[in-house]
């Protein structure tokens, strides 16, 4: 009888291993180092643009808190930031799952004019950056002034919008994306705050013979003169939905360490996939593209459920 338990807790365990081998982490840049070591580099004007701090965050311990003032140009390009950069360098056919958490704080101004928070730069030098989230549109840019929108672009498609974009909340995204200068190879889906927003969307996500590179923290248009500040927490790249499922989670699933804790922004898919409301709802059922709808049961999991099973089929002896 202890040779049949034996074997099954093998087999038990042996059934849970390919389901948590297949799952992989590729980097984490969630400033749980206390310092910015995990990134390659800071583009800042000076050491207090890009602090990590403590409060508030959206996990761990720390968070990356981004300030810019008008005139701030550290690397002589246009515009006005203060970013870390990830060299990636995700290139043509690499299928990635990004997960993150932004907060806009409640006092954040909102202008008319764009603002980036997190943006896939291409390799080449000339042109917008191929994927990119931006806060607000100029009326030149849009024909109306839209201070309030945030913005999904993924080579100069406007994927999805939302607005209002609420402040004083940290939103939790998770974007799928398959790199490729090919539209029909390409695809993007995109969750906010629980809630999928943009359905599984072909099109180019590189410009072609060109890789990408992460930017994250704030760059805006040179004409924005009221000082900025917003936060980034928990910045991770994987190759499953699993490894970033603890953002697919409502804006305020978790605490938030003094910011407000509500939730309710709607958002629209403009390149015509299927979109859906932000708030504090359930999360949608994970889709069967990259992975199972749940995280695999952990092994000690299913070995207690075997030992429990052969515990009872013995009593019934």
Known sequence: ???????????????????????????????????ISQWTRAQEIAPDRLQVVE?????????LRAEVRQGDNPIGASGNRNELVYMSNETEGDERFYGWSTLWPNDYPLTPTWQSSTQWHHSGSDGAPPVRFILGCS??????????????????????TTQPLQLGVWHNFVLHIKWSSDPSVGFVELWLDGKQVVAKTNLATLYAGQTVYLKQGLYRDAATAPTAVLYHDGFTAATTLNDVAEFIA???????????????DTGTNTSGASSGSNGSTAPQALPATGCSAAPAAPAGALLLVGLSALGLRRRKR
């Open 55 to 63: 409060s508030p965050r959206h996990q761990g311990r720390y968070a």
């Open 139 to 160: 009326a030149a840019d849009c024909g109306v002034g839209l201070p309030d929108t945030l913005f999904f672009i993924v080579t100069g498609h406007n994927v999805w």
């Open 250 to 264: 409502p804006a305020d699933a978790v605490g938030t360490s003094g910011a407000a804790s509500t939730a309710g």
């Open 1 to 35: 009888m202890h040779r049949r338990i034996i074997g099954c807790i093998a087999l038990l365990a042996s059934l849970s291993l390919p389901a948590l081998a297949a799952a992989e982490v590729l980097w984490k840049g969630d400033y749980e180092t206390g310092d």
